[in-house]
């Protein structure tokens, strides 16, 4: 049992940046991978970026490619989503997410086993 808690969330302005954590507590030695979503008034649960454990390589939505940069640190068990560039449209609740494997990226919420209680980010003008 893995279980993701989020932090970093807050209110900016448009074109601040915004670090947001994933911490995960539980049985975290296993392969992992790491994904964010993010959710809006009204809107479906939407992808942002995912890190598999091998490798630590990346993916990400086209609308936060090149803004938006997710890593983790093994050694605390957690992981991060630099947001930069940040505009009114990223105004989100955002979801950590862990799904235990590894090899390939999956895109879609239901695939995910564990999730965090997510964290507000909202952008001003």
């Known amino acids: 049992q893995v279980q993701p808690i989020e932090s970093g969330g807050g209110l900016v302005e448009a074109g601040d940046s915004l670090r947001l954590s994933c911490a995960a507590s539980?049985?975290?030695?296993?392969?992992?991978?790491t994904a964010w979503f993010r959710q809006a008034p009204g809107k479906a649960r939407e992808f942002v970026a995912a890190i598999l454990w091998s490798g630590a390589r990346t993916y990400y939505a086209d609308s936060v490619q090149g803004r938006f940069t997710i890593s983790r640190d093994n050694a605390k068990n957690t992981a991060y989503l630099q947001m930069n560039s940040l505009k009114l449209e990223d105004t989100a609740v955002y979801y950590c997410?862990?799904?235990?494997?590894?090899?390939?990226?999956?895109?879609?919420?239901?695939?995910?086993?564990?999730w965090g209680q997510g964290t507000q980010v909202t952008v001003s003008s």
């Open positions: 539980g049985r975290t030695s296993s392969r992992l991978t």
């Open positions: 997410a862990i799904r235990l494997g590894d090899g390939t990226f999956f895109l879609e919420a239901r695939w995910y086993d564990y």
